[in-house]
């Protein structure tokens, strides 16, 4: 089993749909989550940072993390041909060894005008 | 304020070379991140720097190695290249509080290497 698993996508929806995107992971001494957005040739663009179970909204994206279930969701409300891209769930922890960083594999978002 | 910097954009090599990447990290951030990120995959952690030292590392062997310099800049050194080193590097920067890592990583927009 991967340590984080994405759905792997593609997904397309038209333009003004609510996109759901989820990740779940196996180790669950990860302390910090991250949702990224990557554009084709670019680095990836941070959207959302959480630490704590629940849900973080910031304009039209909302994040939820549920950590008893080892789960977290990126929410996209009122979607917009520019959010098409891929998104890449991240997540984080510190050991006697420093930090530890693993993303998804990133899914890949088509919204159609 | 500058955001996270990287260069070259482009760089080819042939297997058996050696190769440096080179990083400049967002104003006020103190650690800097390394990844490898394979078409069509999500970046993989190599490791981290933090105060000159490395605070952290991925499933990566010894031939990539990193330097932090006191500026905070970075780079990314990688020998006996080979074919599956093909990917785009990606650096990352953020703020290391001492405590607890609060602060997230910014990314820049990566070298693209290529082995041939």
């Known amino acids: 089993q991967k340590e984080v698993e994405q759905d792997p996508g593609p997904l397309s929806v038209p333009e003004g749909a609510i996109v759901s995107l989820n990740c779940t992971y196996s180790n669950s001494a990860f302390q910090y989550f991250m949702w990224y957005r990557q554009y084709s040739r670019k680095g990836p663009e941070l959207l959302m940072y959480t630490y704590s179970s629940g849900n973080k909204e910031d304009g039209r994206f909302t994040a939820q993390v549920d950590k008893s279930s080892k789960y977290i969701s990126l929410f996209i409300r009122d979607s917009q041909p520019s959010d098409s891209a891929t998104y890449l769930c991240?997540?984080?922890?510190?050991?006697?060894?420093?930090?530890?960083?693993?993303f998804g594999p990133g899914t890949r978002l088509s919204v159609l005008p | 304020e500058t955001g996270v910097t990287q260069s070259p954009t482009h760089l080819i090599k042939t297997r058996g070379q050696q190769v440096t990447l080179r990083c400049s990290s967002q104003?006020?951030?103190?650690?800097v991140s390394w990844y490898q990120q394979a078409l069509g995959q999500g970046p993989q952690f190599i490791f981290q720097?933090?105060?000159?030292?490395?605070?952290g590392r991925g499933n990566f062997p010894p031939r990539f190695s990193g330097l932090q310099f006191p500026n905070y800049s970075s780079e990314l050194n990688v020998n006996a290249l080979e074919l599956d080193d093909s990917a785009l590097y990606l650096c990352a920067s953020s703020l290391w509080t001492g405590l607890v890592n609060n602060q997230p990583q910014h990314f820049g927009d990566g070298t693209r290497l290529s082995i041939l």
């Open positions: 104003s006020g951030h103190n650690t």
């Open positions: 991240a997540m984080s922890h510190t050991d006697n060894y420093g930090q530890n960083f693993v």
């Open positions: 720097y933090y105060r000159e030292e490395e605070n």
